[in-house]
């Protein structure tokens, strides 16, 4: 079995954090990127072929992957390969669609020959043994397994609901349906026996933005192929939110968290660049929180996440937030309830979460969860306020903060930020 790894996403849902960064690039839990998550289940599930279909600003991921040493996929038969879109003599495109993209990978995966393919998003937190969903396949001489994750039923309508026999075997699939009949999610992870994946891609190659969920399951379905549902019962968190995102990296501060990074069997692998000690300074103070390689510590810092290579100077507080590499927190700085991408410095005496709660004036579908949202390389100028609900992306200054305040609700981008 050889595994597709779709990680073009945009991740707009995740609002200036991917203005610049693909959504499975984005930091998590400290030291990791999203996408380290499916690929270290690939090796630790024995699949040593994966190829990477990447899109939307590829470059952090790109120089993330490299040669794929970290998750042992550097191999001169199979490893790990990046699958940029690319022209052809006619017809070229980008990817329009999850299985548009695999689509134009098709001499890819033909050169492998594989008996079965497995396909993956690059954006999902979980610890999966793909080799237990392989043999779920074969025992039931299944055409396609989707893997399905049982969910509250009064949440089942955000997903889409498989329906089961005894047996497993799907009878019917809805899309993200109302009123809905079974509480098992698809988790957008697919094993396909390859003469049926290879039919249904040619079959359905001129179909506008072609995908998984909406053409190419129902297309199975409807020429009669076995599709059964492989369920799984472990942690899996869709970190496609502002708030779903913060939620799960403060899970991981938890005295028992529900996510264990840790775990001797099921290891998580990462491209490791900072491997410097970090330093927690005399009168500084550190209450459950995940503490980077390199990072330097002299203030206060509780509840939360921090990247390599962060600073936090002395009379900084940081609480509840998330702090990615190389984020510098200056004297004085207070910050609440913040996520912080790659590179940004906070002023001295900046206060960060402050007044009460405003929709969005930016998109109240994106920001709206409380947090203080701010994209990589940004700069937050000395003694200004921030409120609850604001975006900020760039290298902004005291003249952008009338009264030295940003109201709740607010936002700040820089053009071409």
């Not at 299944?142 to 969910?151: E, L």
């Not at 005894?166 to 098992?184: C, G, M, W």
């Not at 988790?187 to 003469?195: E, K, Q, V």
Request: aromatic share 10%.
């Amino acid at each position: 079995m050889i595994a597709m790894l779709l990680a073009g996403g945009q991740g707009s849902r995740l609002g200036v954090l991917t203005s610049n960064v693909a959504k499975p690039a984005v930091a998590f839990g400290g030291k990791y990127r999203i996408i380290d998550f499916p690929l270290s289940n690939c090796i630790n599930s024995g699949i040593d072929t994966v190829g990477v279909l990447t899109q939307y600003q590829p470059l952090v991921l790109n120089s993330h992957i490299g040669i794929g040493i970290p998750w042992d996929l550097d191999r001169n038969n199979g490893g790990v390969t990046v699958l940029p879109p690319y022209e052809r003599s006619s017809n070229a495109d980008w990817y329009s669609g999850t299985a548009n993209a695999i689509y134009q990978n098709l001499n890819y995966i033909e050169s492998y020959d594989p008996d079965y393919v497995l396909i993956l998003s690059g954006d999902h937190i979980y610890k999966m043994d793909y080799e237990a969903m392989l043999d779920f396949h074969k025992q039931n001489k299944a055409d396609v397994t989707i893997a399905a994750i049982p969910v509250p039923i009064e949440e089942a309508s955000r997903f889409g609901v498989v329906i089961c026999d005894e047996n497993k075997q799907i009878t019917e699939f809805e899309e993200k349906p109302e009123h809905p009949r079974s509480n098992l999610a698809s988790m957008g992870i697919y094993i396909f026996s390859w003469p049926v994946l290879k039919e249904a891609l040619i079959k359905l190659k001129d179909q506008p933005n072609c995908d998984f969920g909406k053409h190419i399951i129902p297309y199975c379905h409807n020429e009669g192929m076995r599709i059964f549902a492989y369920e799984f019962n472990g942690y899996w968190k869709d970190v496609g939110t502002l708030g779903s995102y913060w939620e799960a990296n403060m899970e991981l501060v938890d005295l028992i968290p529900e996510f264990n990074l840790y775990e001797e069997f099921w290891k998580i692998y990462t491209k490791q660049t900072m491997i410097e000690p970090h330093y927690v300074g005399e009168d500084a103070v550190i209450k459950k929180a995940i503490i980077g390689a390199a990072d330097q510590i002299d203030g206060t810092v509780e509840n939360c996440v921090l990247g390599p290579g962060v600073i936090v100077e002395e009379g900084a507080v940081v609480r509840n937030s998330i702090l990615m590499r190389g984020v510098h927190i200056a004297k004085g700085a207070v910050i609440d309830k913040a996520i912080i991408a790659e590179n940004t410095t906070v002023g001295e005496n900046a206060k960060l979460g402050v007044g009460e709660f405003a929709p969005s004036k930016l998109s109240q579908k994106v920001y709206a969860f409380d947090l203080v949202t701010i994209g990589n390389d940004s700069v937050i100028p000395a003694n200004v306020s921030i409120g609850k609900n604001t975006a900020i992306h760039g290298k902004t200054e005291e003249s952008d903060y009338p009264n030295g305040l940003l109201e709740s609700g607010g936002y700040i981008i820089k053009a071409g930020e």
